[in-house]
């Protein structure tokens, strides 16, 4: 090192620069030697001193009268003539005037130089203990949340066997290969290579229940305005023709009688399915007449007192088997029921459908089923029933069914019917029993018609077309027969294109049908009274969605915990990457007049960790938004084409991933914050990041409605990431600015979020440095948190509204 001259105050021997006349040195810098003779000058650095600088960090006064920046762990009073040690409960970065006090929850220990919030990670053990016990804390817990959840306070029924001669216990009841425990729904405990061999009587158990649909009866009736409780239909040269000029279906004539069980049936492909969706107005036909009650009118306008069970079982097997119905006939039923008489009427068709014994279990899935295929069906059906339905439409409510289920399920279809409510079903395969319970049949082939009318009818007209009904042979798979083209089994005379022949023979044939007769005045208000009066209030439904959604995200355990676990661990890296800055984000250029001090500038570490933080929020929220609705649309489908209200559907989603979003946010940033101690208060990153996160789910939640299920999570996650790089790290919103695409990069949130941690970890030293300079630099601007805030929820709202009308846009006919 030179020697110094004589002459010269500073350690490299250059000639200080006065930086202002006050003995005074500036807020934030100590300079213990300074007087009015020898005010604060500025020192040429030494070689090693400039090294330093140019990494960003302070070296020793250069001069006997050089100010330096306070050091952390300090704070140095104005006039910078004073060093004093941070007090506890304080802290204190490098350039402090006075000591910063920590807020409740932050660790700072004398001489503290940054604050370490323990709040966060405190909050977070919490939930995750109560999580472990609502996990495993045992049946009691669960039974109380299960009792809430079923929105009634009344205690569990009591469980009847499946059987006369059952052996099981009255709390556990066999399922196929598992035990169900009444007593804990939620636990299904495998039974190994044991099979039912509980024969149940369905004549016997129809008696048993006759009491029960009597009372049904009282509660249809309750619904109606009038004395008729089903709908009739006729149809005059129903036709459906494709625009490819592709025709599935033509010239189908009919009458459906109120109260009446009509089977349809016919091979693969020949229209049954079509025929039910045109009949209920699902698809528009392109030719004929159809009238309802004897009025002709679209039959939208009926969609509220009409019941359709799907042939899949569209449930939710989050729910219980009493929680399917019941959010049914909540939403459905007329707003003026009182919660006693929704849950009356639940009560009597469980009880009809002889599901008693097994309302308070799970109804599984097809991975981990819970309750048999035969009551999943039922379940199915009695969520229509929940409605108090006019008439009733089923798709193949026998398939997939044993012979004895499937007699079951349509003995008490039969018995709906016989309370006025009028059944359609698409029937395949029906053994004999089945068979003799349709009071009617229509009979379809290659889209037209073959037969329409009574059972015995049938029988005659076919043999009198040649064909032979032997005693020993189910009627309906003789019928079956002829309707797909292999007559001749059944016939001594082969003939061509018989199924031709039959479709002319029926159209010559048919008896002439009448006009419907109309309604009286009198029947059609009351129907349209019945009509206005269904389905509860709007923001009812939206409570019951939101309490449903709840239950569901209560008992999808693994992806809730994954979600939390995600979050923690992103929130930890983020934490870990930081850890050697000791919260120290940004080094700018010093206030006039301390220009000539200043190290090398940190920009860019700021938006940089913003990037990241927006990535890792990105990765942990983007599955998790996917599941809000792209995991159900089956059962938005089949609500909405019921008349729920879309709207209050989506809304009580939303509101139901607030908890959600809240919780894994609380992870994420109770690490990050513990670890890298940001400069920017925990209360303040916390809502920045939660409603990033927000965002996040509002743009999975788009990427849902136009992705396949299996690719939603995937696609969702490369969404966010794309989202996260334009937050004006790189390329800088500066340079974003020039190139006036800056309107471009404020579309995505992450531009507003990195803003608002840009504000959060600079403000606090605006008396020190020069952060205009560094907005200028940056492109962002700073001290307008609230505004950033605002825009992200505004942008996450613009999301869910996207998603909205993406829900309600896309497969409009299933919606119907």
Same mark, same amino acid.
């Given at each position: ?70 050091? =952390? ?118 039974? +190994? ?8 009587? &369905?004549?016997?158990?129809? @008696?048993?229940?006759?009491? @029960? ?36 279906? $033509? ?37 004929? =007449? ?6 002709? @009118?679209?039959?939208? &306008? ?179 027969? *002829? ?61 019951? !969605? ?11 355990? =693994? ?54 933080? !927006? ?106 990431? &794309?989202?996260?790089?334009? !937050? ?37 030293? +605006? ?18 948190? $609230?505004?950033? *805030? ?27």
């Amino acid at each position: 090192m030179a020697e110094v001259p004589v002459n010269s105050t500073c350690l490299s021997g250059g000639v200080g620069v006065v930086l202002t006349r006050s003995e005074s040195c500036s807020l934030g810098f100590y300079c213990p030697n300074n007087t009015e003779i020898h005010p604060p000058e500025y020192c040429p650095p030494t070689p090693e001193c400039q090294i330093i600088r140019m990494g960003g960090s302070s070296c020793e006064p250069q001069g006997l009268y050089e100010p330096i920046v306070c050091p =952390s762990g300090s704070y140095c009073p104005e006039g910078g003539k004073e060093k004093i040690k941070c007090p506890a409960g304080h802290w204190c970065p490098a350039g402090s005037f006075e000591p910063l006090k920590c807020k409740i929850g932050t660790i700072c220990r004398e001489g503290s130089s940054n604050k370490r919030p323990v709040i966060g990670f405190g909050i977070s053990v919490v939930i995750d203990i109560i999580l472990i016990i609502m996990l495993f804390g045992g049946v009691g817990g669960k039974r109380t949340i299960k009792q809430a959840c079923n929105g009634s306070g009344l205690p569990t029924q009591s469980v009847t066997p499946v059987a006369k001669g059952s052996e099981l216990s009255m709390s556990e009841t066999t399922v196929g290969k598992n035990i169900v425990s009444d007593v804990n729904p939620d636990k299904v405990l495998p039974v +190994s290579d044991i099979e039912t061999n509980h024969v149940v009587d &369905v004549e016997e158990l129809m @008696e048993e229940t006759n009491e @029960e649909l009597k009372k049904l009866v009282e509660s249809f009736e309750k619904c109606i305005d009038g004395n008729h409780v089903g709908l009739s239909f006729d149809f005059q040269e129903l036709g459906l023709t494709l625009r490819n000029g592709r025709q599935l279906l $033509a010239d189908i004539n009919g009458s459906i009688e109120r109260g009446s069980m009509w089977g349809v049936m016919g091979p693969s492909g020949a229209g049954k399915t079509t025929f039910i969706n045109v009949l209920m107005g699902k698809i528009d036909k392109t030719s004929g =007449s159809l009238f309802v009650n004897g009025v002709k @009118e679209d039959m939208k &306008v009926y969609k509220r007192i009409i019941g359709y069970v799907p042939q899949d079982d569209v449930v939710l097997a989050e729910l219980s088997v009493r929680q399917n119905i019941l959010h049914s006939a909540r939403v459905r039923l007329p707003s003026s029921w009182s919660e006693s008489m929704i849950q009356d009427h639940v009560d009597r068709i469980i009880s009809c459908l002889s599901l008693t014994h097994i309302q308070h279990s799970l109804v599984g899935d097809a991975i981990r089923p819970v309750i048999s295929g035969g009551q999943r069906k039922r379940v199915n059906i009695g969520i229509e029933l929940a409605a108090a339905p006019m008439a009733l439409f089923c798709d193949e409510p026998t398939s997939g069914l044993d012979s004895t289920a499937a007699l079951q399920v349509v003995k008490l279809l039969q018995a709906i019917s016989k309370l006025g409510v009028t059944v359609v079903s698409v029937i395949h395969q029906p053994r004999t029993e089945i068979f003799e319970c349709l009071d009617n049949i229509l009979l379809i082939s290659d889209g037209r018609p073959l037969w329409q009318g009574g059972r015995a009818d049938m029988i005659t007209y076919f043999k009198s077309h040649g064909f032979s009904f032997k005693p020993t042979f189910n009627p309906a798979d003789i019928v079956m027969d *002829i309707i797909s083209g292999q007559g001749h089994r059944h016939r001594t005379l082969p003939r061509e294109d018989e199924i031709q022949y039959l479709i002319s023979e029926w159209q010559t044939s048919k008896p002439s049908k009448p006009l419907p007769t109309t309604n009286t005045a009198e029947e059609s208000n009351a129907l349209a009274k019945t009509i206005k009066k269904r389905g509860a209030y709007w923001y009812k439904q939206v409570w019951y !969605c939101f309490v449903r959604s709840l239950i569901q995200q209560r008992r999808q355990t =693994s992806e809730f915990y994954l979600e939390i676990f995600v979050g923690a661990i992103a929130g930890a890296f983020m934490g870990l990457a930081t850890m050697r800055e000791k919260g120290y984000l940004f080094h700018g250029i010093y206030r006039e007049p301390n220009e000539l001090l200043s190290s090398a500038l940190q920009y860019i570490k700021i938006p940089q960790i913003g990037m990241l933080t !927006c990535t890792a929020i990105g990765i942990a929220g983007g599955p998790g938004g996917v599941k809000v609705f792209g995991e159900e649309k089956q059962i938005y489908w089949r609500e909405t084409a019921s008349g729920h209200s879309r709207s209050a559907y989506y809304v009580g989603k939303v509101l139901s991933t607030i908890f959600r979003i809240a919780f894994s946010s609380l992870h994420f940033v109770s690490l990050f914050t513990l670890l890298g101690t940001p400069s920017m208060d925990f209360g303040h990153n916390y809502l920045c990041c939660m409603v990033y996160f927000y965002c996040i789910y509002g743009l999975a939640s788009c990427m849902s409605m136009i992705t396949r299920r299996q690719n939603g999570a995937l696609v969702s996650v490369i969404a966010g990431l &794309v989202t996260g790089i334009m !937050c004006g790290y790189g390329p800088t919103l500066a340079d974003v600015k020039r190139w006036h695409l800056e309107w471009f990069w404020r579309m995505s949130p992450a531009t507003w979020f990195v803003e608002a941690y840009f504000t959060g970890n600079v403000d606090l030293f +605006s008396y020190l440095y020069d952060v205009e300079h560094a907005s200028k630099v940056t492109g962002y601007t700073l001290n307008r948190y $609230a505004v950033d *805030i605002g825009m992200m929820l505004a942008i996450g709202t613009v999301y869910r509204v996207i998603a909205y009308v993406g829900l309600i846009s896309l497969r409009r006919d299933k919606q119907r």
